[in-house]
């Protein structure tokens, strides 16, 4: 499998989890479960975006650095775990509702960007071979025992 081909499902599993949010938050009865609900969240996008940044990303820095599109999706990842952790010191179960939202709304935009320019350029500028074994070394990274 290609690199790209795994972070696009990555996408599509992490988008299912954005469509139940959007109608879990809003619905949230306490302050509590909103930050459950960005705890998940978190879960699911911390280590996809390490593992874009470490196997794809950090390949195409130059590319993406000319087309103005690296600092754009370092600033996204940063507001994407910003909003997060402004979730966990939230005081009202609103703010955390305003916050996580946001969230998820950011995250889709980025997850489109990536979907739509990215994984179409890292295609067009990486031997087949070099995105196969990048697929091999997501699939090792997603297999290994957690911590």
């Not at 459950?36 to 650095?65: K, Q, S, T, Y």
């Not at 909003?83 to 179960?93: D, I, P």
Request: charged share 35%; proline share 3%.
């Amino acid at each position: 499998m290609k690199i790209t081909d795994a972070f696009i499902a990555e996408h599509a599993v992490i988008n299912t989890q954005l469509d139940y949010l959007e109608h879990a938050i809003p619905a949230a009865k306490t302050l509590g479960e909103v930050k459950v609900m960005a705890g998940i969240l978190d879960a699911a996008l911390r280590p996809h975006a390490e593992a874009e940044d470490e196997l794809l990303f950090n390949g195409l820095e130059p590319g993406l650095d000319q087309m103005g599109k690296l600092e754009k999706i370092q600033h996204e990842h940063d507001a994407i775990c910003k909003g997060l952790e402004a979730v966990k010191v939230a005081r009202t179960k609103k703010d955390a509702q305003r916050r996580l939202l946001s969230v998820v709304h950011l995250t889709r935009k980025e997850f489109d960007l990536e979907d739509r320019i990215i994984f179409r350029m890292a295609e067009e500028l990486l031997r087949e071979e070099t995105l196969l074994k990048l697929g091999k070394n997501w699939a090792r990274k997603r297999t290994a025992p957690t911590r």
